[in-house]
């Protein structure tokens, strides 16, 4: 359990009382208290436990982990991540960042403002939701489909929306939500790849959403305006200048501040409910004989059957028709894209949401049903088709009847002998006609667009502001700034204001207005789709307190979505995917640095965990061996060139595990060793190095090691062979251990992070410097320190130390065409070979040639070569440069020997002229030395070594790489120092040499 740091550097537990004495409750007077108690007796702890403890009692404040990524318990402070901080700009607040801990203050007139789930909510959908489209294409759509199918085209984008509704009410109760509104809610599902994607063009569609309202809107202003000849200029330059004129308004409205453009939305919704109800009001009222030539009747049954079947004219079909009306129903987003000025966001969206979809169902239902029961198709409008004694009902024919019955013949209209421009199929203006006060349409019409264009203007900063914040994409950082009490973004509603100018200009929004509709719509599809994937992840963390909703349902409405894109328009929904996919690219590749708990990862793990145990039920079979490597490096960066090497073997297709031993007592180094862990593995990733890292705590170095050949790994991501390890070594000419420049570096960084520290310090006193400052012992000790790290050594000193760095990082990168020298000497079951030839599928090793050398019989070196060739086509790897060593068995050269010789004279025993009893004695007291005896019976195996060295340095020198068989080491029959010479003396004054011995266990085969 994680605290912060005291001043000794140990972690404290927030959750553990530290102003006691250091007894625990098991210990003192009885009430949990030493005699020598220096804190008070908390009486709520003894009265439940019936003595005072050490332990708090659990407390919301122990879990307030404002964007906390790895659990760490919280305390007093709150620690702010990186990713949602600003660029170091203060707003005119300080909005805590723990929603749970801002309780607004009733009486503090600074405080920001919140709202309810009616105003903050349901008002805002409903208003999004009820568009032009009820006032000028409603009668239009169910005069098409009919209202048997214009039920259905209501029911099923309903069907959409509420599943939408429902699987987003499970995400905003699956925790504290904060701004961002569908952003917010997919990126911290889905993760930043997803939520950066679609936060972007979810922004900027409801950017441009501005423009296609405020269009509609001066659209309709128009109208009036050449109904009253009063053109300023012409119609389209007129939409432009109204258009802009209205944005400016309308942002004006949102700069004032959400109180304020909450209030204007209430007035818009006051007008628009009155234009609703003026409908239903008129279609009570006896129509006029004017209104029954343009196909009004009030109620009539006839009629309304007559509506029933569909009638597509034009080329319309279903799907076209649906595809016309679908855009009405969305909005639902409104409220929840100001989640961050919601009082309570979990309780408010979900309720707020889904109670607009209904009402606003409802109501597009009731509204079309009542013209679909009082308005014919088709009417001419003209008085003098009123069915008299002049004109006969014989003469209707056709699908008019029922407008005969009633006394009108509108047979005109469906011959084609005129054009009519009334009924529902031919006038926009229906609802005008029909409701009670025709002006009431038109400000109800004004007042759906208006408010739309307004939420529109409010819900594009706002999540872009989100996003921002986030640093996603790092370019756009700029508008993450927040001002005022309610951090209002007014960077955001600058640009929101200039992208909705540039598409007003446009003046024809016909082309862009179904991309806006496929983004909208590829939100909806990204929220059913966080819903199903955290149900389907079946994590511990996803405990929703709504609970009406199902994965599957949410799957459902998820293609549901994406079908509907498709049914809209195909080109726009196919647009739309390749900006989502190409974003999620660049997130993926950027890799911002969140991590918020999502879904992805919850199914990334529990895909892992059931792929490790399939394959444990699966036996190995060779044709599937991969290198599977235990890398004793120490900490992951003291040794680069032996881990990139083996990772060079394993890239991402085989394990590979960095590894380290600390050597004490456990309760000693337990605490750095798990530092370690996080701090090794961090390393590991940034550096961009597939690997893992782990460590064990182990009084002696040995048994460590033992315990990392047995314990590393999990299941079949294990040894290969059940522990039968095959053992790699590499020797470098410069080494390998870099342990010593890490220090330095590390040492460094402390160095500069204190003088950092002490020259903010002594700025912030007011004391004027350069450099480093001679204000205290601590600022002298700074500088001994950086002087003995920072000071430059002598020339042949950093001379090495180059060539120590260059060598570190040689196989980091591509290597320069060469060769990779392999020596198989002995057979051990094929590793010796296949490790090679993997590196030679590597790029950075594409450039090498692999050449392999084999000790043959002198006389027969030509049969030699033709049987290592022909096994070599068999195995199905290319190499056609073989080389045969028929000279093996001479013995080494003098100088060579004498080098030996003396490389190993510490460690002998020099049993010759010394009596029984006394070698006896040396043995016992020196039993790892080397014996008269064990040189003289393993003098054919030393000669071998130093004889290969002598071929080695005359053939490989030149080579990128000499991979050879290891000699075999049994233990008993030669010692450990002289089998280590032997090593030092095969691979001494060559390039860098690989040791490979199998476990002659096939790892080749050349069947299928």
């Not at 569609?205 to 300023?232: C, K, P, Q, R």
């Not at 974003?583 to 919850?602: D, E, F, H, M, R």
Request: overall charge neutral.
């Amino acid at each position: 359990m994680e605290g912060k740091v005291s001043g000794g550097g140990e972690k404290v537990n927030r959750a553990y009382d530290s102003t006691g004495d250091g007894e625990t409750s098991f210990s003192g007077n009885g009430n949990g208290v030493s005699n020598g108690d220096h804190r008070m007796v908390r009486e709520s702890v003894v009265s439940a436990f019936g003595h005072d403890t050490l332990d708090r009692v659990p407390n919301i404040d122990f879990y307030r982990n404002a964007g906390s990524v790895s659990g760490h318990r919280a305390g007093g402070e709150i620690s702010v991540p990186d990713t949602v901080e600003d660029d170091g700009e203060s707003s005119g607040g300080s909005p805590s960042d723990d929603l749970e801990s801002a309780v607004p203050d009733e009486n503090n007139k600074g405080s920001p403002v919140k709202f309810g789930w009616i105003t903050g909510v349901l008002v805002r959908c409903m208003l999004n939701i009820w568009g032009v489209m009820l006032f000028i294409r409603l009668s239009w759509v169910f005069g098409q489909a009919g209202w048997g199918f214009g039920i259905v085209i209501i029911s099923l984008s309903c069907v959409v929306t509420t599943l939408t509704g429902l699987s987003m009410s499970a995400i905003c109760t699956n925790g504290v939500v904060r701004g961002g509104g569908a952003y917010f809610l997919i990126s911290r599902s889905l993760g930043p790849e997803f939520g950066g994607s679609i936060g972007l063009i979810f922004a900027f569609a409801n950017a441009v959403a501005v423009a296609m309202y405020v269009v509609g809107f001066a659209e309709t202003v128009v109208e009036l305006l050449i109904d009253y000849d009063s053109i300023m200029v012409d119609s389209i330059n007129d939409i432009r200048i109204i258009g802009c004129i209205t944005v400016v308004v309308l942002l004006g409205i949102s700069l004032a501040g959400m109180e304020w453009e909450a209030k204007a939305q209430i007035v818009l919704l006051v007008i628009l409910l009155v234009a609703i109800v003026n409908v239903f009001v008129g279609t009570f009222i006896t129509a006029t004989e004017t209104k029954k030539s343009q196909g009004f009747f009030n109620y009539q049954l006839n009629i309304f059957m007559e509506n029933f079947k569909p009638e597509y004219r034009q080329g319309e079909s279903f799907f076209s028709v649906f595809a016309i009306f679908f855009p009405a129903a969305t909005g639902i987003l409104a409220g929840a894209n100001i989640s961050g000025d919601l009082k309570d966001a979990q309780a408010a969206i979900p309720k707020g949401t889904l109670w607009a979809i209904l009402i606003t169902a409802v109501t597009y239902l009731a509204v079309a049903l009542c013209v679909s029961a009082s308005v014919v198709r088709d009417a001419t409008g003209s008085l003098a088709d009123i069915i008299n004694g002049t004109m006969s009902m014989a003469e209707c024919t056709g699908p008019a009847m029922a407008a005969c019955e009633l006394g009108y013949n509108f047979t005109s209209c469906t011959t084609g002998s005129i054009q009519c421009k009334f009924g529902s199929m031919n006038n926009f203006q229906v609802m005008t006609m029909v409701s009670g006060f025709g002006p009431l349409i038109i400000a109800g019409t004004f007042s759906a667009t208006l408010s739309s264009a307004l939420a529109s203007l409010v819900s594009a900063p706002k999540v872009f502001q989100a996003l921002c914040k986030d640093n996603i994409y790092t370019a756009l950082h700029f508008f993450a700034k927040g001002y005022g009490k309610n951090n209002e973004p007014l960077r955001g509603y600058v640009l929101t204001f200039f992208i909705s100018i540039a598409f007003i200009i446009i003046g024809d929004l016909n082309v862009i207005a179904p991309i806006i509709s496929n983004f909208f719509l590829a939100s909806y599809a990204l929220i059913n789709f966080s819903c199903f994937h955290a149900s389907y992840a079946k994590s511990p963390g996803w405990r929703p307190a709504y609970k009406f909703y199902n994965m599957w349902l949410s799957l459902a409405g998820a293609v549901l979505c994406c079908v509907v894109m498709f049914v809209i328009n195909w080109w726009a929904a196919l647009l739309t995917y390749g900006i989502e996919i190409l974003l999620y690219i660049y997130v993926t590749v950027k890799k911002p640095k969140v991590n918020w708990g999502s879904s992805t990862q919850a199914v990334t793990f529990v895909s892992a965990v059931s792929n490790a145990l399939s394959l444990s039920s699966v036996e190995d079979h060779v044709k599937n061996f991969r290198p599977q490597i235990l890398v004793l490096t120490g900490a992951a960066r003291t040794r680069p060139a032996l881990l990139d090497l083996a990772q060079s073997l394993s890239k991402t297709y085989g394990l590979c595990l960095t590894s380290e031993v600390f050597v004490g007592p456990r309760w000693k180094v337990l605490q750095e060793m798990n530092a370690s862990m996080e701090k090794n593995q961090m390393w590991l990733n940034k550096t961009k190095r597939k690997a893992f890292y782990t460590a064990v705590a182990s009084e002696d170095y040995r048994q460590g090691v033992e315990a990392l050949l047995q314990a590393s790994g999990l299941g079949r991501l294990n040894d290969a062979f059940d522990f039968e390890y095959g053992t790699v070594v590499l020797r470098m000419p410069q080494g390998l251990d870099m342990s010593r420049f890490v220090e330095e570096e590390e040492e460094m960084m402390k160095s500069a992070t204190e003088q950092e520290t002490l020259e903010k310090e002594v700025m912030s006193n007011g004391v004027k410097g350069k450099g480093i400052f001679k204000r205290s012992r601590s600022s002298q000790q700074v500088i001994t320190t950086r002087v003995s790290v920072c000071s430059p050594p002598p020339p042949q000193v950093a001379k090495s130390n180059e060539m120590q760095l260059e060598a570190g990082a040689c196989f980091q990168k591509k290597q320069p065409k060469g060769t990779i020298d392999l020596w198989w000497l002995f057979d051990d079951g094929g590793l010796t070979l296949l490790l090679p030839y993997i590196l030679t599928t590597r790029k950075k090793w594409k450039d090498c040639k692999l050449r392999i050398f084999v000790a043959g019989q002198p006389g027969r070196s030509d049969l030699d070569k033709e049987e290592m060739k022909n096994l070599l086509i068999k195995f199905r790897i290319n190499c056609s440069d073989i080389n045969v060593i028929d000279d093996l068995h001479i013995g080494p050269k003098s100088e060579s020997w004498k080098a030996f010789a003396d490389m190993i004279e510490p460690f002998c025993l020099h049993e010759d002229g010394k009596d029984k009893a006394r070698t006896e004695a040396l043995r016992k007291e020196s039993p790892w030395m080397i014996t008269d005896e064990e040189l003289s019976n393993l003098e054919e195996k030393t000669n071998l070594q130093v004889r290969l060295n002598e071929l080695l340095r005359e053939n490989s020198s030149s080579a990128n790489l000499i991979i050879v068989s290891m000699p075999i080491a049994r233990k008993g029959s030669v010692s450990d120092h002289l089998y280590m010479a032997w090593l030092d003396a095969l691979t001494k004054n060559l390039p860098p040499t690989l040791l490979i011995r199998g476990n002659h266990k096939s790892v080749l085969t050349f069947y299928s």
